[in-house]
């Protein structure tokens, strides 16, 4: 552009940072303020300074008032020694010790200058530098000189070797540290010339990557030897927006070796839409990149379970031709085998057809299928899920769309006919993996409460199982600014309505720091305790969970050829005794010769009541030790009833020391229950 264009453009720029666009009649005040200024007097590098510092003074701001923008006009007003002369120096009065601003920012002569500099002119702007670059003159905190930032970005790698190494490991570290926010080590590190000593540096400091830029440069340096140290960095950022930004520049990677983080950022990140988008829309990198971690084997990590699932998800959605391909064209046959089978050989049950299907099920189908009032969700496909189980035969395609289309027609009050019938003939176990893929999909889209059926479906078809996962999240929540979705959290666990569940809704309701879902928790249990026509106390004593023990407090977890009977151990630590009468503190893994349906569901069934059984000890020890300080009483027909007879109470109560009292509420005598079971008949009365 010429100088006169140069200079309007100058101009132009530094009226629009006088007005507030949001003002009234913002546009028309800058084309007069414009139509009235004259263009033909090209200022020097002496009035271009007076004026932006006049103006920065004006802007009543610690930070720049003026966009990138402005370097274009400015080289073109400017010699480059002259424009560089500008960006170092410092706006008179708003400088000190550890605070040193410049007249304008250097970020708009990367973008729009330096790209454009030839050999030589960068040889002249090191010169230019060299005189000015002082290394003391880096602050201890605050905003550094702009010198720095332009001698990284001009190549001086062993001046600025020579500052960075002489960083302590631990400059940037600590949460209330802002260091690196104000100082921007990570723009002098990328300046060092080498992808080794930008990865070292950046990873002794142990500096994040927390802009998009960053990412960008960091992956021009180290290419895909480093990916993880993007995913870490992201994966710290607990804003979704700014997320959002991280995964995006992640995403220009086109590789397998993303594959692995791309997932495990779905799966934890505030940004989990873009990663998912990026394993879907890069199908092949994704296979191959996934192959590599879902042959650790199931139960090897969740990351692993997590790929081998997605590759799962894939296969069902026609993908599994692509699979085969891929690995069959992995070198390392050992383990291809095995996953390969766990990927193609899924449940042996077959899936129900016209004759087969149930007529329930039949009319149920046909009729959702003739309702136009609801279109199916275009997050989610059926085939992405295992079908339901019902008997020994598992629901088709088109009965699965018949039950995402159903949920979405649910209510946690008023289930669709559809959902309440499989709440009772389906397989509990096939729904648990059904609805928490559901949900943990539409956690992935955001969770947009337009689809909050997706989570409420965990309330109309869960078991204890999922009152299990649940709860650790709704605990949570309230602190990510999502107590909407924690107060849902405790209606699921409400409609769920097993002793399990209440029992977590208690839990909640007796201990949690955020106090606006703690008086939800106690307004839902005095609302139970209403419909039930109890007191809160009394719904407590009654919503405690036997575990599925029998009434002399044993269990028997079955592997077929060979059975191992509970204990409750020491501390109320459950245990398990084989045939042979040896104490286990864990079930031991299946064998070879075990029967693997049985002993599959029963090392499943083993963790969900070691969690039930710790649940409990934690719940039911405070709530022993309530009523103890506010002297409850019980009649001796709920004292046995509640606490003897209990397969799990019993161990509690024998550990307390208790009192019997006449009708006028004085101490007749105290007593311990004996070790022993069955229990004598008491007499006394509690």
């Not at 020097?44 to 966009?67: K, V």
């Not at 905003?143 to 002489?166: R, Y």
């Not at 992935?444 to 299990?468: Q, Y």
């Amino acid at each position: 552009m010429t100088k006169e264009e140069a200079l309007f453009w100058f101009a132009a720029i530094i009226e629009t940072s006088k007005i507030a666009f949001r003002a009234k009649n913002a546009q028309k005040k800058l084309l007069s303020e414009l139509a009235g200024l004259s263009f033909t007097e090209i200022p020097d590098l002496a009035q271009i300074t007076a004026i932006l510092c006049q103006e920065n003074l004006n802007s009543y701001s610690y930070y720049q008032c003026f966009p990138e923008e402005i370097i274009l006009p400015l080289i073109n007003l400017l010699s480059l020694s002259e424009l560089v002369e500008l960006m170092l120096t410092e706006q008179p009065n708003l400088s000190g010790q550890n605070f040193h601003r410049q007249i304008i920012s250097t970020d708009g002569f990367r973008r729009f200058v330096l790209i454009y500099l030839k050999e030589p002119d960068r040889n002249a702007l090191k010169e230019q530098l060299q005189s000015q670059l002082n290394l003391t003159r880096w602050p201890p905190a605050g905003h550094p000189p702009e010198v720095f930032f332009l001698a990284a970005m001009v190549g001086m790698h062993q001046e600025l070797l020579t500052l960075v190494e002489s960083w302590p490991d631990d400059t940037y570290i600590g949460k209330e540290n802002y260091s690196a926010y104000y100082q921007k080590p990570q723009e002098i590190i990328f300046g060092l010339g080498t992808a080794n000593l930008v990865e070292t540096q950046i990873r002794r400091l142990k500096l994040p990557l927390t802009n998009p830029a960053y990412i960008r440069a960091w992956l021009a340096h180290t290419e895909y030897q480093a990916l993880d140290w993007v995913c870490q960095s992201i994966l710290a950022v607990q804003n979704k927006d700014e997320a959002r930004k991280l995964v995006e520049a992640f995403a220009l990677v086109k590789a397998p070796e993303a594959a692995p983080l791309m997932l495990e950022l779905q799966q934890s990140s505030k940004a989990p839409q873009v990663a998912g988008q990026w394993l879907e829309e890069n199908l092949i990198h994704s296979i191959q990149g996934l192959i590599s971690i879902a042959k650790q084997g199931k139960g090897r990590g969740k990351l692993a379970d997590a790929a081998l699932e997605w590759l799962r998800t894939m296969k069902r959605r026609g993908h599994g031709g692509l699979i085969q391909a891929c690995l069959d064209r992995v070198v390392e046959t050992e383990g291809s085998a095995a996953l390969s089978a766990q990927i193609f050989v899924e449940a042996d049950y077959v899936l129900f057809d016209d004759q087969t299907t149930p007529d329930w099920l039949k009319q149920a189908v046909i009729d959702l299928q003739n309702s136009k009032k609801i279109k199916p969700p275009t997050w989610i496909a059926p085939t992405d899920f295992l079908p339901i189980q019902i008997g020994e035969s598992g629901l088709n395609p088109e009965q699965m769309a018949a039950v995402i289309l159903a949920l979405k027609q649910s209510q946690l009050d008023k289930p669709h006919g559809l959902i309440s019938s499989l709440k009772q003939q389906a397989n509990s176990q096939s729904l648990d993996q059904f609805v928490w893929k559901l949900f943990e999909r539409w956690l992935i889209e955001g969770g947009p409460s337009k689809e909050k059926w997706g989570m409420i479906a965990l309330g109309l078809l869960g078991s204890d199982a999922i009152a299990f996962k649940l709860t650790p999240l709704i605990k949570v929540w309230p602190g990510e600014s999502q107590h909407p979705r924690a107060v849902l959290g405790l209606q699921c666990l409400r409609a769920i309505g097993t002793d399990t569940a209440l029992m977590q809704i208690n839990g909640i309701a007796q201990k949690l720091k955020f106090k606006g879902l703690k008086a939800k928790a106690q307004e839902c249990m005095e609302q139970i305790a209403q419909d039930r026509g109890l007191t809160r106390p009394q719904l407590e004593d009654r919503i405690v969970p036997d575990c599925d023990l029998n009434e002399r407090g044993t269990r028997t977890f079955d592997f077929g050829p060979r059975q191992f009977q509970f204990v409750l151990g020491e501390n109320m630590k459950p245990m398990v005794r084989d045939s042979a009468g040896t104490l286990k503190p864990d079930l031991p893994k299946p064998g070879v010769r075990d029967d693997a349906d049985l002993a599959n569901q029963a090392v499943t069934d083993w963790k969900l009541m070691k969690k039930q059984i710790s649940d409990l000890v934690k719940i039911q020890a405070v709530r022993l030790e309530q009523a103890m300080v506010q002297g409850r009483r019980w009649p001796l027909g709920e004292f046995e009833l509640l606490f003897v007879h209990h397969p799990l109470m019993i161990n509690l109560v024998r550990l307390l020391l208790w009192g019997s009292y006449d009708e006028a509420g004085r101490l007749t005598q105290t007593f311990r229950l004996p070790k022993i079971k069955p229990m004598p008949t008491l007499t006394m009365k509690p």
